[in-house]
Each structure stands twice: as C-alpha cells, then as structure tokens.
C-alpha cells in the first residue's frame, strides 16, 4: 500500500525489507527497538502533509523524527509511519532583521554552523547532534539560557502540518493559539517544517568554564555554588555534570573511572570582566583539570559531542528544584552508588532570561525554578528492569522536595502525571488548543496532552 504514498512524495519511503531500513530507523537510544511499518523520508512540507494524510487514511500511528535524540523513542512507532525529517535541514539567516529560518530535521550543529558564519547564534542544547525540532519545542536548554532564554522562547514562527495534513503558519498574528502551544508543548500539535528563529550576536569567541573537581568536595562546591547563583549574572550558565569519569585512551590512567564534578558553562559577554566572574568558580576546591578560557563558540558547542556513547542503551529522569538544601543534593548523591547502570547526574542552574519569561506566556511552564536535574543512566540489556526500576524510584523520592513535581519533558519518558506536573497551569489551555488542532490525537508519540488526563478544578 505504500507505493501510493512514494508515488506523491519527493523524499523516499522506506519499508523494512530495504538494505537501509536498520539504519534508517536507528536512534540514539539503542534500547528502543519499536519497527515502523514504513519510514517517510520527507523532502519538503508538502511529504509531510502527504505522510500525514496518508496515515490518516490507512489508520497508522504517526511518529516524528526531528534528530532522534529524545531518549524515550517517541520518535519511533511500532508497526506505524515514521515521518522523518532529517532531510529537512536547511538553514537560512537573515542578517539584517536577525531571524534564522531553520529546518524541522535540522541538527544543533546545522545551526550553529550556519549562524556562526554571521557572527550569530540561536540558543540552543550543549551537544550538536541534538535536533533542533524535538529540542526547540520543548524547552532548549543551553549556555545562552541566562542572557537569550530557552530556544522555544525565540521561536518568532514556525510552518506547521497539522493532524489533517493541512499546511499553516503560527506566530503571534496567525494561530497564535498554535505559536503559543509549540513554544514548550512538543510535537502535540503537529510537525513542524520549518522555524523561524531570534537570533542574537555571539562570538565568535566566548569565555567557556570547564573546571574538573573530585567528587569528594562536591559538598563545599554545592555550597559556594547555590551562593553564587543567587546573584550570577545573566551573562553566565552553569552546570554541573557528576560523574565516573569513562576508561577513554586519552585520560590519564589514574582518571579512569574516577568520581567526578564538572563545572561547566559559558560567559556571554566581554571577556575580561567574563574572567572575574567566573575566578570564584575555579578555585571552589583543587582542581584536578582547568580548561576554561576562551574557544570559538562552535568548539564549545561541539566539545561535549565526544563524551556521547553512540548505540547504547538509555533511561532518563528529571526534576526540578526551587530550594535543594546541601543535604538534599548530599542524598541525590548518594543515590548515585545505587545506580544499577553507568550514571550521569547533571544540575543545571537555571536564571536570568529563561526566568523571566511568565509563566503564562508560553507553554513551558517552569519559570522559577533555580535548578533542572537530569539523570541519564547507560545500562547493559540484563540490567533493564532494575534501571527502569531506579530511574522511577528517583522520581518519586525527590519529587516531594522538588518544584512541583515538574520535569524537563526534553529528558523524561512520557508519564501523565509527569506531564502535568510540568505543565501546571498551563495544562488546561494545552488540552483546549489540542482538541482543536489533533482532536483524534493523530499525535500522540510524544508527551502527550489528553482531555482525561485534566485535574478537575
Ligand atoms: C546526548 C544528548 C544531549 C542533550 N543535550 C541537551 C541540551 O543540552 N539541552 C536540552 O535542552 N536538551 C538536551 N537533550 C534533550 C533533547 O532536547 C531531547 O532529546 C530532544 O527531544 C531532542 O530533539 P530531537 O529532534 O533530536 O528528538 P526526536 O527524538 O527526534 O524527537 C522527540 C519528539 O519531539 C517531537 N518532534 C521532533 N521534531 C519535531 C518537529 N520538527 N515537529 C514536530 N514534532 C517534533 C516529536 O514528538 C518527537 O517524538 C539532549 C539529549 C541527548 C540524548
């Protein structure tokens, strides 16, 4: 039957009996292993609206593809239609009016490579092989968060196919309805082909914090850091990444598998008052490695792509925090030597712009929370059930201490409750634009937003 669908599109569909259909269907989460009936490899918006269509009338899930990077696998169905979009990349800048218009398939690194040839940037995530779709639509978080805000918060438009396979624009004169839902509410509301971005001027060179502590002094590094943030300037983004650190070639013998604190983060500003800022931060204990100083954006960008295991299996969680005592993180540290898998527990300090933004304003809904917890574990396939089991039994430990409950849905499997959390009062608008946008839930691989799932009020 998908020989109809080939027939009208520009791009290709593949089936799984192609020499590329593995491939094709590969993500970066290797423990997802749902099979697509078919793979639309869409060329332009008019694929996609023949994709959607297409499914529409053969009764198949639709799963979207922006880079495959979501842990959860949302962007693979079983025995559905898979519309991808990696095919879908372009990057376009405008340099007088400051606007990118970018891609639905587009990789961070697409854009960053694009932008950086005018000496502009999008604020997007920290590793470039991130898709800008999955990632821009709910959240984006990265080192420009503090001056710029979340990349949702810089989406000026966006071309959208909707649930019928009808083609429309958002933005704040057309389906503002729509405009607003995209900034936060994921691929609930249809696929998005093309972005139109705020860009800012940044680099080409920036001020990069990239300290390495011993695990021992996190406590003390915790202390000094929760102080610091509560007066840090816009102009700085930090993020703590605890780990083992991995047996690589290049490490020094006596760092493998050594227990860790990275200070990471970018000063976006001038340099030298950038230098002041960030001197407390590098004597916060002894260091083991300092490597901040100044890089080319697009390195800082690209730096961490190398710490990424590719074909490995995932599970994730996330939480927000508002106020996290010293004894708290001690606790979430300890949970650490628990973790039946290889675990990367990362606090993000979030302020300044992405906090500004109210609350109402978009869809993303955390506005004043001062940390994001996001745990990423890396498990063996025998060590399944256990990790599913550690991740969940995370959650619900924290969860009373945290910030409503409420996750970075970029970093969390689907969870109705989860999801509510996160989206607190905006919720209840999210179902009203969903029923008039996919009232059938033609999407419904994502963080999915559904009439049951309201609280009454
Ligand atoms: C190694 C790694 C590093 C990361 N670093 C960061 C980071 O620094 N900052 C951060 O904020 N997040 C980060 N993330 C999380 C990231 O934001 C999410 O994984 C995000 O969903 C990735 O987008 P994607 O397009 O690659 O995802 P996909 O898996 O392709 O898509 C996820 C979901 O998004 C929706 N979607 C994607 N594209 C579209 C589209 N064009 N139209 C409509 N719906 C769409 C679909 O519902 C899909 O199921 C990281 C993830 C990984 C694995």
Redesign the pocket.
Known sequence: MFESLQSKMNGSVILPEHPNYEESRA??NAAIKKQPSAIAICKDELDVAESVQFANVHGLEI?????????SG??LTEGGLLID?SAMKQVAVDETTKVAKVG??ALLSDVDSETQKYGLAVPT???SE??????A??????YLRGKYGLSCDNILAAQVVTAHGEIVRASADEHADLYWAIRGG??NF???TQFEFQLFEVGPEVLALDVMYDLQDADSIYRQLDEFQKTAPDEISLNVTVMDLPPLPDLPEFLHFKPVLILSGMYEGEVDHGEEVIKPLREMATPIVDQSGVVAYTDLQTKLDAM?PQQANFKGSSLFFQDLSPESWQEILAEKEKAPGHLMLQLWEVHGQMNRVPADETAFATRDARYALLLDIMYEDENEEACQEWINGFYHRFAPISYNGAAYL??IDPDSEIIQNSYAANYKRLVEIKEKYDPENV?Q??HNIQRASVHSD
């Open positions: 993500i970066f799963s979207i593809r922006g880079g495959g990077h979501h842990i949302t962007s979009l639905g398939g995530g920290t590793v991130t898709g800008i779709g999955g990632l639509l709910s959240g984006g978080l990265g994921g691929g249809g696929v998005v990424v970029n970093g999407f691989r994502n």
